[in-house]
């Protein structure tokens, strides 16, 4: 055995933590293995956890040396973050080119990658591919997901036996989270259907609500963006106090408001768009969906006693996580961050991605054209799109469906789907 009065070098994890190191080995008490590797040389016999698939433990609350923070929990092997992707929705406001079987953050809408794999590749910094989970809805998408991302792990595919919204998802995720041995770790939540021109910031973003929770496990964090312009198709977030550097309080949430407030929002400097990227802990958040939505614990249980997925999904109401949780909660702060951040939720936020801030056509496909102006026309099909006098509209045609609406209706496409699912003749089509 090593003596304990080795010099602690200052290093830096992959994830960039900065920890003690000095490759003491001790002998620990029976149940953990025989070796670790300490941050620090230990003064007396303290708490020790084994984390499986690490070489080495962590222990809190030890006395530490005096180059070492006092007063602080001290994780010393290199924890990384759980990165939870939500992958399983049908993405019906991009339909007809989004389908059920394979929806829009599967699709390569700008060639190239898709939505899913581009937000995978922005992560990839912060966590390797053990340590990132995808969540889908259905058979085909699993397939899919294997074709695109063939170095995720097959474990760490989680399909839902039937879509019943985030909390759900985020439920199925901690709980899995929790079963591998990991329910003190931070993990973040992320969707894969959203554009960030800035992936940096994102990073950063994260890092720092992973070191704020830390030291605040019991706190939920939301990714808050400072909006651009008064858009009324978001909820917004109103920030309050800042608790440490860039960390807020949350005041409270608003619904997709008019325009008018939207533009209030923006005048008052106070407001963020809500991208539904959290950071928590696994425990926290498990116990925060069983105390402000206890159905949800039918989905916890499942996992831990291997029961039936479906009759626990079953259980639950379709609702999402904010509804769910964050807006109840009281221990929720906000980190604001300029990311470059767009949901392409329906066809006017992709057109608008696309124009770039002009007024000009988009055209993918076969297209002719007179006095048509600041439309997107996408043609999938092997026909030609002819238009006279066309301005503001939206033109899908993938061959077997042609969808054609103004643009400021193009988030109405929800009646028009929910008349397709109940009729017979077009259920094909979805």
């Known amino acids: 055995m090593k003596g304990a009065g080795q010099a602690a070098a200052l290093a830096t994890s992959p994830s960039g933590h900065k920890y003690k190191r000095c490759g003491i080995v001790r002998p620990l008490p029976e149940l953990y293995p025989p070796w670790a590797e300490l941050a620090c040389p230990v003064l007396s016999k303290q708490q020790w956890e084994w984390r499986e698939g690490h070489q080495a433990i962590f222990l809190w609350n030890f006395p530490y040396p005096n180059k070492c923070l006092a007063n602080e929990q001290l994780n010393i092997y290199d924890k990384k973050m759980k990165i939870i992707i939500l992958a399983g929705g049908s993405g019906t406001r991009l339909w007809p080119l989004s389908r059920e079987q394979k929806p829009k953050q599967l699709i390569p809408l700008f060639e190239g990658k898709s939505l899913l794999q581009e937000t995978v590749d922005r992560v990839r910094p912060l966590a390797p591919v053990s340590d990132i989970y995808l969540i889908v809805s259905n058979d085909f998408q699993v397939s899919e997901v294997h074709a695109q991302l063939p170095n995720i792990p097959e474990e760490n595919i989680l399909q839902e036996p039937m879509a019943k919204n985030t909390a759900a998802a985020i439920c199925y995720g901690a709980a899995t989270l929790a079963t591998r041995g990991h329910s003190r770790e931070t993990m973040a939540v ?7 021109k800035n992936p ?49 309080n949350v005041t409270a949430f608003h619904e997709k408001p008019s325009k008018e407030i ?13 991208a539904g990227i959290f950071i928590w802990n696994v425990s926290n958040i498990l116990e925060r969906l069983h105390l402000h939505s206890p159905l949800h614990k039918s989905i916890t249980d499942a996992v831990l006693n291997n029961d039936d ?21 009281k221990n929720l702060v906000v980190i604001p961050i300029d990311l470059g951040w767009r949901d392409i939720g329906h066809w006017r936020a992709l057109k608008e991605h696309l124009q770039e801030g002009s007024r000009d056509n988009i055209i993918i496909g076969p297209h002719a054209g007179v006095n048509t102006k600041n439309c997107l026309i ?10 006279v006098g066309l301005e503001g509209f939206v033109v899908v045609d993938t061959g077997d469906v042609l969808l054609v609406c103004p643009e400021d209706q193009a988030q109405e496409l929800r009646p028009l789907i929910d008349d397709l699912k109940n009729g017979k003749s077009f259920k094909h089509l979805l």
């Open 190 to 196: 992320l969707s894969a259907d959203h554009i960030i």
């Open 200 to 248: 940096e910031a994102l990073l950063t973003a994260l890092r720092e609500a992973e070191q704020f929770i830390q030291s605040n496990n019991n706190r939920l964090v939301i990714i808050g963006i400072a909006p651009t312009y008064a858009e009324t198709g978001y909820g917004y977030i109103e920030r309050g106090e800042e608790i440490v550097p860039n960390v807020h």
């Open 262 to 274: 939207a533009e209030q929002y923006i005048q008052g400097g106070q407001h963020l768009w809500n």
């Open 309 to 329: 997925m479906t009759a626990a999904y079953d259980a639950v109401p379709n609702i999402a996580i904010d509804r769910a949780v964050v807006e109840k909660d």
């Open 378 to 387: 996408i043609n999938k099909g092997d026909r030609l799109i002819a238009t």
